[in-house]
């Protein structure tokens, strides 16, 4: 799975161009920036965590739920749907008591929720990556903004994967959110054009 | 203040908010601006816009989305007006937070009334 919970020692993040929304004093998100944000993702069960992590992030800011990440991932068995799907009341009274997460009643229900519809769709022999790739014909959106701040907070695409997750019966999956989602995981690829990660996430290969 | 305490699942640090509706004897309207900083419990946000030259709120979390707050701003026709608030927050379904408002004058002006505010969205915040 895509996810970097660790700095690695030896991670050198000199100054080198970046998106302007990264903190260029702040190693961890320095790391996410460079190694993760953007870097296409195609295994259905990282594509799910990364959905979910997106939908803590509601109403925070995302370098809470990085710094955080460790905490989530134990707490919620690596967002495993499989796992989730089975979770029950003594879980969420487990998850409610857990201080190293996001204590909120209403995301660790949706996490739930989501995790159970997951599963659901894989039984009708639905593959969530291809699912998910589908709103963007397969391949990542090509942007090439010459500052963050041009990129929109939603798009068509972010619209319509909204729309057809909430008929699904997803929580937290708001067009906002889902944009920001589709950026991470690389279905769009947002690094500003003077950003040194810019190249790197310009792949192109179809699923 | 608690400045460990990020479990709560809403923080306006860094947000900014626009009012969508208030009562008659309110001055702030659909020009006016909200800029909050948020560390551990307590907030602070600058205003200004509209009717408004300067405005300030300071303010603290008493439950995961409940917060008091005092208010205070200079008008564009140089009245001093004070204000006390409880403040209900919202999440919707896309991250974007909302906040009502049932405030009342202590100085400057006279009576009671509610506002509803809505966060502007910044793709910064959600990089």
């Known amino acids: 799975m895509n996810v970097l919970t660790h700095v690695p020692e030896d991670y050198d993040h000199a100054d080198v161009p970046r998106c302007g929304w990264v ?53 919620y068995d690596g967002f495993d749907p499989d796992i989730v799907a089975q979770y029950d009341e003594s879980d969420v009274l487990r ?33 969530f990556s291809e699912y998910l790739w589908d709103f963007v014909g397969g391949a990542p959106i090509q942007n090439s903004w010459a500052e963050f701040k041009d990129a929109p907070v939603k798009s068509p695409e972010s619209e319509a994967m909204s729309k057809a997750l909430k008929k699904r019966g997803f929580k937290f999956v708001g067009p906002v959110i889902l944009y920001a989602f589709m950026q991470a995981v690389g279905m769009i690829n947002d690094h500003s054009t003077d950003c040194h990660v810019h190249a790197a996430c310009q792949d192109t290969r179809k699923v | 203040m608690n400045p460990s305490n990020d479990n709560r699942d809403i923080n306006l640090d860094g947000r900014v908010f ?17 800029h909050f900083t948020q560390v551990g419990e307590q907030f602070q946000a600058v205003y200004s816009g509209g009717d408004i030259a300067q405005g300030h709120i300071i303010g603290r979390f008493s439950h995961n ?63």
């Open chain 1, 23 to 75: 903190p260029p004093t702040d190693r961890l998100y320095c790391y996410y920036h460079d190694s993760e944000w953007g870097r296409p993702i195609r295994d259905p069960k990282a594509l799910f965590s990364k959905l979910i992590q997106d939908g803590q992030q509601a109403g925070l800011a995302w370098i809470t739920i990085l710094r955080k990440r460790d905490n989530f991932l134990k707490a």
């Open chain 2, 18 to 34: 626009i009012p969508i509706e208030n009562s008659a004897g309110g001055v702030v309207d659909d020009r006016t601006e909200f």
């Open chain 2, 65 to 127: 989305r409940t917060a008091q707050l005092l208010y205070h701003c200079i008008t564009k026709n140089d009245a001093l007006k004070a204000g006390r608030a409880e403040a209900q927050f919202t999440l919707s379904d896309d991250g974007q937070i909302s906040m009502a408002l049932d405030w009342v004058w202590v100085s400057g002006g006279e009576g009671s009334g509610a506002s509803k505010y809505i966060e502007v969205v910044e793709a910064a915040q959600h990089r």
């Open chain 1, 95 to 127: 998850l409610l008591d857990n201080k190293g997460i996001i204590r909120s009643k209403s995301k660790i229900n949706a996490t739930i929720n989501n995790a159970r519809i997951y599963v659901q769709m894989r039984n009708e022999g639905v593959d």
